[in-house]
């Protein structure tokens, strides 16, 4: 049977417009592809056969905020693959020198910054991506359709890491005032330098909300702060004393949405236009966020996750759930 040869084009969707020239531009990217789900891409020998045999490929930036990465796939074949973030002697604040940081994703499920399609300007075809666990190591997977012809161009659309969420959020009570503090990991990150949300440090965002005891009914939230993703620490001194405050921590990665691509279906600012490639907007977004009978040991026992949902989309689509932590804290009178 004769093998065709599909030209496979990633556009590495990450970073802000004129990606080349902000904090995450700063930092080089790579990728490793390697086909089956048997052995897991990694910059190692026989782990990269679909690019070099042992050394990450560089991504070409595009201009335009995206990189992109080309190579020569095999239709009806599956491929995984894995990206990577690495600095230079001088890094962003917040990130270690020389060090090179790997794509924090699930290891089941897909996500909406990772879709695949036969156009570059609309999503066209069966999406064909999803997240895999390979002994123990989660990668990205495409399967590349059999139906292309010689010469045909599929791409791969996906933003650094999967969505971003914060693994923690702490706060400790004062004399009128609140301090709050976050981990700097992604939601499937550990405590390795490595594993640290780059895309959220470098040219990120965390989005604060809050709201004052629970309500009988709808539970309204205030976005008190937006912070650059080189912070992980804030004290809010508009609290009283005798009052139990629910505070609501959002990252957002560095991402800023680019016209390459014209109905990816994700959440959009208010005021945007484009449509996003990650499922979190740099922006702060207008949130619709209503909890009745809120049953906090539910909350505590499933890991303090809640999910937000812009103003205009249906909240009870999975795909217009945006996730962040959620704590509670009480100050005590005097």
Known sequence: MRRFLVFLSFVFV?????????????????????????????????????????????????????????????????????????????????????????????????????????????????NTSWFVDI??????????????????????????????????VNAVPGNQSVSLSWTPYGEWGTGDETMKAADVIAGGMYHIYRSSNQPSG?????????TSGEHMSYTDTNVTNGTTYYYVVISSDAYD?????????????????TYQASAQPRQPIPVYFKVEKLDWDYVEKHGFIVYLTPRGFDARTYLNKIPARITRVYLPRG
């Open 14 to 126: 990450v970073a802000g417009l004129r990606a080349d020239m902000s904090t995450w531009g700063q930092l080089g990217k790579s990728i490793m592809i390697h086909p089956g789900l048997t052995t897991g891409a990694w910059d190692e020998e026989g782990r990269s056969d679909a690019t070099n045999s042992g050394l990450a490929d560089p991504m070409t930036p595009v201009g335009d905020g995206t990189y992109q990465y080309k190579a020569w796939l095999t239709p009806g074949v599956t491929y995984n693959f894995i990206f990577f973030a690495w600095t230079s002697s001088s890094p962003p604040t917040g990130l270690s020198a020389n060090t090179t940081y790997y794509d924090i994703i699930p290891n089941s499920g897909s996500g909406k910054g990772m879709v695949t399609s036969t156009s570059s300007s609309t999503i066209s075809g069966t």
């Open 257 to 273: 949405g680019t016209g390459l691509i014209s109905n990816l279906y994700s959440p959009q600012t208010a005021s945007s236009t």
């Open 135 to 168: 002994s123990g190591d989660a990668r990205r997977a495409v399967w590349i359709p059999a139906s292309l012809g010689s010469n045909a161009t599929y791409w791969v659309f996906s933003n650094f890491g999967s969505s971003p969420t914060l693994t923690q």
């Open 218 to 226: 709808s539970w309204n939230f205030e976005l008190i702060l937006s």
